[in-house]
């Protein structure tokens, strides 16, 4: 079984279905190991995009979420992207697809990439951050 899909299983295993007798150590230890072997295996660049990525590959076939606060992103966001605040994701999981881009943003990406973190732990490889977030886009524009 390959690291990633092993620390994937194990972390899944260690939040989801974790036997009722196993105590909070064993569990800890559980997903320590699952984010040590997906660290290990990933590069400082794993899941960043930069705006020139963005632009070229992703902005118009990509499911583009904001992050950021609800009133931020009334107030300006990125065409075509839906608001699902940093926190929300694993509640709101069922509606992060696995079989299409989606880039993840939020004012500069710090909170974007604490989901992206947790999704692609849990096995969402098509997940991608927008370094620089939208702060960055805006200067951009």
């Known amino acids: 079984m390959k690291p990633l899909i092993k ?6 295993l260690a939040l989801i279905a974790a036997p009722p007798w196993a105590s909070a150590d064993e569990d800890q230890d559980v997903i320590k190991d699952a984010i040590a072997d997906y ?6 660049v794993a899941g960043i995009i930069t705006q020139e990525q963005f632009e ?44 299409r881009p989606v880039v993840l943003y939020d004012g500069t990406g710090a909170l974007a990439a604490q989901a992206g973190f947790a999704l692609r732990l849990l096995g969402y490889r098509n997940v991608v951050i927008l370094r620089g977030g939208f ?5 951009r524009q």
């Open 56 to 99: 070229a590959d992703y902005a118009r076939t990509a499911l583009i979420i904001d992050t950021r606060e609800a009133a931020q992103f009334e107030a300006e966001h990125i065409p075509g992207a839906m608001h699902m605040e940093w926190r929300e994701t694993m509640d709101r999981i069922d509606e992060i697809p696995k079989g």
């Open 135 to 139: 702060l960055e886009w805006k200067k």
């Open 39 to 44: 660290m290990l295996e990933s590069t400082h």
């Open 7 to 12: 620390s994937t299983c194990l972390l899944t």
